[in-house]
T-cell receptor, first 110, second 114 residues
Framework: GENVEQHPSTLSVQEGDSAVIKCTYSDSASNYFPWYKQELGKGPQLIIDIRSNVGEKKDQRIAVTLNKTAKHFSLHITETQPEDSAVYFCAASIWDKLIFGTGTRLQVFP | EAGVVQSPRYKIIEKKQPVAFWCNPISGHNTLYWYRQNLGQGPELLIRYENEEAVDDSQLPKDRFSAERLKGVDSTLKIQPAELGDSAVYLC????????????FGDGTRLSIL
């Protein structure tokens, strides 16, 4: 079955710096890759997603890139702010089944 | 629009007791999911419904877990009897029917087994 690996597990950055989180997946049939942000005591909130027919997608300070050949995708957050601090999960979807990574705890220091 | 609503938010029970969780999906969303999220891990799918039909329950431990979605809207997930290892956050998600619709999650029920 599909397996998703996510790195790093923790990431600390200074406010205004960029943050990058990377994920790899195993099943080449996966065709949809969402990213979720989860704050303490809350459910995962979708922040951006990308489909396998697209290589890059951007939404303001957030961008996602996908390399289907290498089977990896990345989340890029620019100009980080303290409110970006949370746990971020990548996921890969095959046949409408989401397989999540193990999460990255991002801390943005003022 | 209102999001996915789950209740209760927290539940503490002793092992071997039964427990139930309730989910109200986003209006008009016919696809509903139950996930379990262990501490420090990503969510893992337990069951997926299309309307009232369970189309993927391969990850649901059927000896003690059950779920229903009788009218194709609200859903309940039950554990009987609960075991210590069932302590986790139970998340519900729903998705619209148009193509390329993402899953939207509720805030979950945090279950603690004593």
């Amino acid at each position: 079955g599909e397996n998703v690996e996510q790195h790093p597990s923790t990431l600390s950055v200074q406010e205004g710096d960029s943050a990058v989180i990377k994920c790899t997946y195993s099943d080449s049939a996966s065709n949809y890759f969402p990213w979720y942000k989860q704050e303490l005591g809350k459910g995962p909130q979708l922040i951006i997603d990308i489909r396998s027919n697209v290589g890059e997608k951007k939404d303001q300070r957030i961008a996602v890139t996908l390399n289907k050949t290498a089977k990896h995708f990345s989340l890029h957050i620019t100009e980080t702010q303290p409110e970006d601090s949370a746990v971020y999960f990548c996921a890969a979807s095959i046949w409408d089944k989401l397989i999540f990574g193990t999460g990255t705890r991002l801390q943005v220091f003022p | 629009e209102a999001g996915v609503v789950q209740s209760p938010r927290y539940k503490i029970i002793e092992k071997k007791q039964p427990v139930a969780f309730w989910c109200n999906p986003i209006s008009g969303h016919n696809t509903l999911y139950w996930y379990r999220q262990n501490l420090g891990q990503g969510p893992e799918l337990l069951i997926r419904y299309e309307n009232e039909e369970a189309v993927d329950d391969s990850q649901l431990p059927k000896d003690r877990f059950s779920a229903e979605r009788l009218k194709g809207v609200d859903s309940t997930l039950k554990i009987q009897p609960a075991e210590l290892g069932d302590s986790a956050v139970y998340l519900c998600a729903s998705r619209g029917d148009r193509s390329n619709q993402p899953q939207h999650f509720g805030d979950g029920t945090r279950l603690s087994i004593l």
